[in-house]
């Protein structure tokens, strides 16, 4: 089943911050986060599996809260180049660890 | 590393024909994917291969669609006739371990394909 992200799309003027949520209504394995912008494939971000790591990358930081069956991703400080759509993948033990991939957060970052 | 290669970027057909989209993974990586991906229903997993042999189908739309991994380095899918739904962009993506354990997967740059 498709983990469900909000919000749907964020706009941002450089600097700021935004918060982006992955929930799941089945019990998570691990969850990734991916950015793609527009044209471009989907390049990965960051994994954080069960335990509520957190992880980061650049400015960009994630936690699990394998509990509540939720990630949230920290766009810090923003900055130009992280517009793009962001996706989570979760994976679940009873679907075999297949990656399953939300709707997307389109994020736009302006001057 | 070139990356994972996907060809062609580009495919127009029209409704009827048979289309074949192809990719090259990175080499080492065990597990290949093929993603669809359209704005109404996002990205969505089709098939995915373990040293070669396919493990779960079951994302597969129809009997329309068909993939093969005839060897470690290289796999095909095949939608066979093509249908003006199937237009979508196609990934493939490659990873050392499954996905859906710790290890990340890595995209090709997609075949947009558009059936008229």
């Known amino acids: 089943q498709q983990p469900v992200q909000s919000p749907q799309a964020v706009i941002l003027r450089e600097g700021e911050d935004a918060v982006i949520n992955c929930s799941s209504s089945k019990a998570l394995y691990s969850v990734h986060w991916y950015r793609q912008k527009h044209g471009e494939a989907p390049v990965f971000l960051m994994i954080?599996?069960?335990?509520?790591e957190q992880k980061g990358h650049e400015k960009i930081s994630a936690s699990f809260n394998e509990k509540k069956q939720q990630s949230s991703l920290y766009l810090t400080a923003s900055q130009l180049s992280y517009s793009g759509t962001y996706f989570c993948g979760t994976s679940t033990p009873a679907a075999g660890n297949k990656l399953t991939f939300g709707g997307g957060t389109r994020v736009l970052v302006k001057p | 590393d070139a990356g994972v290669i996907q060809s062609p970027r580009h495919e127009v057909t029209e409704m009827g024909q048979e289309v074949t989209l192809r990719c090259k993974p990175i080499?080492?990586?065990?597990?290949l994917f093929w993603y669809r991906q359209t704005m109404m229903r996002g990205l969505e997993l089709l098939i995915y291969?373990?040293?070669?042999?396919?493990?779960?189908d079951s994302g597969m739309p129809e009997d329309r669609f068909s993939a093969k991994m005839p060897n470690a380095s290289f796999s095909t899918l095949k939608i066979q006739p093509s249908e003006p739904r199937d237009s979508a962009v196609y990934f493939c993506?490659?990873?050392?371990?499954?996905?859906?354990?710790?290890?990340?997967?890595?995209f090709g740059n997609g075949t947009r394909l558009t059936v008229t």
């Open positions: 993506a490659s990873s050392p371990g499954q996905g859906g354990n710790n290890s990340p997967l890595h």
């Open positions: 954080l599996l069960k335990g509520g």
């Open positions: 291969f373990n040293n070669n042999v396919p493990i779960d």
């Open positions: 080499s080492g990586h065990d597990y």
